[in-house]
C-alpha cells in the first residue's frame, strides 16, 4: 500500500487499514508515485502489477516511468 502521508503517520494509517481489513505493508511518499511504484516492481518482481488511485496526477506519474502497469480509475 503506498499512500501519500508522513512518516510521521504511518502507526496510525497501518491502524486504520486494520480497522477495515486490510492488513498490508504500507509505505509513506510525498509526491508522485511513479517513482515509488517503479521502485516497488523492481524490488519485488511481481508477474503483474497494478496501480489504483483517486488522483490522475498519480496516474500519469506511474504512466511516466512504468508504462506497462496497469490502472484503474
Do not use: Y
Not at 27 to 41: F, T
Not at 48 to 69: G, K
Amino acid at each position: 500500500m503506498l499512500t501519500n502521508i508522513g512518516h510521521d503517520a504511518h502507526s496510525w494509517r497501518v491502524d486504520q487499514l486494520a480497522g477495515h481489513g486490510i492488513r498490508h505493508s504500507v509505505i509513506c511518499n510525498q509526491g508522485g508515485k511513479g517513482a515509488p511504484v517503479a521502485e516497488l516492481v523492481r524490488s519485488r518482481r511481481p508477474s503483474a502489477a497494478v496501480f489504483v488511485d483517486d488522483l490522475a496526477s498519480h496516474h500519469e506519474s506511474v504512466a511516466r516511468t512504468r508504462p506497462r502497469c496497469g490502472g484503474c480509475t
